[in-house]
């Protein structure tokens, strides 16, 4: 298939696109700046580079011709209801322009969830609406009612390789700056996801998109560990010592705030009807060769 993958110069859509080219597949890497730096890194994933902003679909649209799937990684954190409905309008239209139904595979996250009671969550869990991030969760539904062909998949929290984005790499910099700060809730535990991993279920959704046209899938491991704990396991292997400053979660800002309870996922329908299984057990079985991945991803960058 030709595949186009939104946000492919970040830090899952990198491995989501990689990863994809390995399977067989044409992967196109929309960017702003296709000879950028990460840009060039895509290329020699054999992912090509392609101009085009998100956010604006008429930069964009013409690498719908040919494509069979769009992969969506992006969140637009400045309008990110408004970049993610036309995206879908525009989907819609290019299907209405020339009969090809492209299956869209669209990334939330299990933050979207917000405050729900439940120890343990998964695909049918209901969110709480007045969670920060609950919009997500609406623009999963308004995806359904247009009738685009389309996959769900709501991550964990990554981490692994260069964890540009991922709270671990937020860890080790702060540590290293000697800063170390924990925000909210000292006893959540969140579920978390290799990034490596994350990629192969993108993957396994694409080898046979028809068969799970509708679906939602959570992607996360079986880590259990709190959010505390898997912050000092960080900050000892990047070299501090002292102690982590405890901030509330409004301090962290709108993702802080959005991730402040335990978020506890299954992934036991991923398990059934994608054969999926995570090849990393945890972040805190190999701290020292994540941070290091991190430390060369930043003398490269």
Same mark, same amino acid.
Do not use: C
């Given at each position: ?21 390995r ?19 895509? *290329? ?6 392609v ?21 969506? !990684? ?16 525009? !989907? ?30 998964d ?9 920060p ?15 685009? *062909?389309?996959t ?14 991922s ?16 925000y ?45 704990d ?50 990393? *057990? ?10 290091? *991945? ?8």
């Amino acid at each position: 298939m030709q595949i186009l993958v939104t946000g492919a110069t970040g830090y899952a859509g990198r491995r989501v696109s990689t990863a994809l080219a390995r399977a067989g597949h044409t992967v196109l890497g929309l960017t702003r700046d296709a000879g950028s730096p990460a840009a060039r890194d895509l *290329a020699v994933g054999e992912v090509t580079p392609v101009q085009g902003d998100v956010t604006r679909p008429e930069s964009w649209r013409a690498h719908l011709d040919g494509t069979d799937a769009l992969v969506h !990684l992006l969140l637009d954190m400045s309008d990110p209801v408004g970049t993610d409905r036309r995206l879908f309008a525009e !989907l819609v239209a290019a299907q209405e322009r020339d009969g090809r139904r492209r299956h869209l595979v669209l990334t939330t996250g299990i933050s979207s969830y917000g405050r729900t009671g439940q120890a343990l969550m998964d695909e049918n869990t209901p969110g709480n609406p007045e969670s920060p991030l609950g919009f997500r969760f609406a623009l999963e539904k308004e995806l359904a009612a247009t009738g685009l *062909a389309h996959t769900v998949i709501r991550p964990g929290f990554m981490y692994g390789g260069p964890a540009t984005t991922s709270m671990t790499g937020q860890w080790f910099a702060d540590a290293e700056a000697g800063k170390p700060v924990f925000y909210g809730d000292t006893a959540k535990r969140w579920s978390w996801v290799h990034v490596d991993d994350l990629a192969d279920a993108y993957v396994r959704v694409l080898d046979n998109p028809a068969a799970v046209d509708g679906e939602i899938f959570v992607i996360a491991d079986d880590q259990r560990l709190s959010a505390l704990d898997m912050q000092r396991v960080a900050v000892r292997t990047a070299g501090h010592t002292g102690e982590i400053t405890l901030e509330s979660a409004e301090a962290g800002g709108m993702l802080q705030l959005a991730a402040d309870q335990d978020e506890l996922v299954t992934s036991a329908k991923a398990h059934r009807l994608l054969g999926w299984r995570p090849r990393h *057990a945890s972040f805190t079985d190999a701290p020292g060769q994540h941070h290091r *991945a991190w430390k060369a991803a930043r003398r490269t960058a």
